[in-house]
């Protein structure tokens, strides 16, 4: 049996797909088939999309599963009626939010997603230039602005943890490579010396790396386990020697790390 | 009066602030100053959380609202304890679900942000390492490999899109700058006649343009008003000449931007 989640918005779709995957991954996996409908923000595509979800229910033979994040009254209502599971994060929420806060909800659809509020959205795009600029030791200027500069060997999650930060949190983060063919990783680059209450390192099973670079350069000596060994153990070394807070990415996703190194500093997180 | 709004979670926070920042977004705002608790996932944390959480009420003078993402039933139990406007993620929708998919939920902590399937994961790492090789025009190798290729003029808004897609959707999105200094824009550049099928144009109002660029280079031919009033011309008739779906990115956030354009294109997200 195929059963089909429809992540329903009069938005982007982010927030409906966000939260839906956070309550779908709470079960074990089956066979779901996931759809985002995006821009549902009139009674007529509210009901073209209530037909394709009663159609598709007809197709699977079972009725699907529906999320909603709506605010227009009118869609809601029409969307409320498919044939289907639906769970409605708004109305759900909004009617004891409006009591406890005094006041009356202003049912704008899209808001969290779009540019609500111009500074702090060019602020993080300025942060996603900054990690851009200064990602893999580029450029070593303006690292005076940075909030924080990921150190580590290659392929550890330095370039998309930069990105994720400056993206989701508005964070200006920077990473610079360890590596040891300039020979001596026995003390900090004399770049990296005056920064170094912005340091954060990564780390990772060697094995792992071994695996990751070696789809990329395959056979080489970066590639190899030996020098994968070698570089890890001498990084984590450095890292315990100048006291530099760290954390081994193995295992974890972007999602992860960032937040683990947001909260091992105290650094503030903009949500946006 | 100053009042605190605390996002909660046993994982990342991360959709915690999700569905905060959604419900939040549709009260015009107030003073609220946000603090994300990430990582709770012990009943000693959960009792310092909810001390931190009544302390802020006592200091603010009012209850904070609290947004919480646990599913750890004794977690759940300690955080609900405490003084404040209490909105409870999990709990209000799983024993519904359970109902509905007729199973019980593995109440595993953090399950939406970690590397719950690898596969999938890495995917995701990789469309981020095509879009940052494939970064405006630096290699137009692999563009085969491409499931959209962004085109517009400098400052539109490409590579934060082209990021944004493979971070949030796996989408391996290249970028490619179309400039006048090399005279003629009245024919697409030929290294991307073959790519039509998966070209896609971002323009912008040549006022905001004007404004960006001169942040960057001031004073400059390339920043000029005049500049970009001709640029935008010209790339829109392109546009038009050759029937490329396009779309004006001036007043869209990232996530507005690279919803619409997997929509337009009838493109497939995955949603991690």
């Given at each position: 049996?195929?059963?089909?989640?429809?992540?329903?918005?009069?938005?982007?779709?982010?927030?409906?797909?966000?939260?839906?995957?956070?309550?779908?991954?709470?079960?074990?996996?089956?066979?779901?088939?996931?759809?985002?409908?995006?821009?549902v923000?009139?009674?007529?595509?509210?009901?073209?999309?209530?037909?394709?979800?009663?159609?598709?229910?007809?197709?699977?033979?079972?009725?699907?599963?529906?999320?909603?994040?709506?605010?227009?009254?009118?869609?809601?209502?029409?969307?409320?009626?498919?044939?289907?599971?639906?769970?409605?994060?708004?109305?759900?929420?909004?009617?004891?939010?409006?009591?406890?806060?005094?006041?009356?909800s202003?049912?704008?659809?899209?808001?969290s997603?779009?540019?609500?509020?111009?500074?702090s959205?060019?602020?993080?795009?300025?942060?996603?230039?900054?990690?851009?600029?200064?990602?893999?030791?580029?450029?070593?200027?303006?690292?005076?602005?940075?909030?924080?500069?990921?150190?580590?060997?290659?392929?550890?999650?330095?370039?998309?943890?930069?990105?994720?930060?400056?993206?989701?949190?508005?964070?200006?983060?920077?990473?610079?490579?360890?590596?040891?063919?300039?020979?001596?990783?026995?003390?900090?680059?004399?770049?990296?010396?005056?920064?170094?209450?912005?340091?954060?390192?990564?780390?990772?099973?060697?094995?792992?790396?071994?695996?990751?670079?070696?789809?990329?350069?395959?056979?080489?000596?970066?590639?190899?386990?030996?020098?994968?060994?070698?570089?890890?153990?001498?990084?984590?070394?450095?890292?315990?020697?100048?006291?530099?807070m760290?954390?081994?990415?193995?295992?974890?996703?972007?999602?992860?790390?960032?937040?683990?190194?947001?909260?091992?500093?105290?650094?503030?997180?903009?949500?946006?």
């Open positions: 049996m195929r059963r089909t989640v429809f992540f329903v918005s009069d938005g982007t779709g982010i927030t409906s797909e966000t939260l839906g995957h956070a309550l779908m991954t709470q079960f074990e996996k089956t066979s779901y088939r996931q759809r985002t409908l995006p821009f923000d009139s009674p007529e595509k509210a009901r073209s999309t209530v037909e394709i979800i009663n159609e598709t229910g007809r197709e699977d033979g079972v009725r699907p599963i529906v999320f909603v994040t709506s605010v227009n009254p009118t869609c809601q209502k029409i969307l409320l009626g498919c044939q289907a599971f639906v769970t409605d994060f708004f109305s759900t929420f909004i009617p004891d939010m409006e009591n406890e806060l005094a006041v009356s202003t049912q704008s659809r899209g808001r997603h779009a540019i609500a509020d111009g500074r959205y060019y602020f993080r795009i300025d942060a996603v230039n900054f990690a851009l600029q200064h990602d893999d030791g580029a450029s070593i200027h303006h690292y005076e602005d940075a909030d924080l500069i990921l150190i580590g060997v290659s392929r550890s999650g330095k370039t998309p943890t930069c990105l994720y930060l400056a993206m989701q949190f508005g964070v200006r983060a920077a990473n610079y490579p360890l590596t040891s063919e300039d020979g001596d990783m026995s003390a900090l680059p004399t770049t990296l010396r005056r920064y170094r209450d912005r340091l954060y390192g990564l780390t990772s099973l060697p094995e792992r790396l071994h695996q990751i670079r070696s789809e990329r350069r395959p056979g080489s000596v970066y590639a190899s386990l030996k020098q994968c060994r070698l570089e890890v153990r001498e990084v984590e070394a450095l890292f315990r020697l100048e006291r530099i760290a954390l081994n990415s193995t295992y974890m996703s972007v999602e992860e790390i960032a937040s683990r190194i947001l909260h091992d500093r105290g650094m503030e997180r903009h949500s946006f």
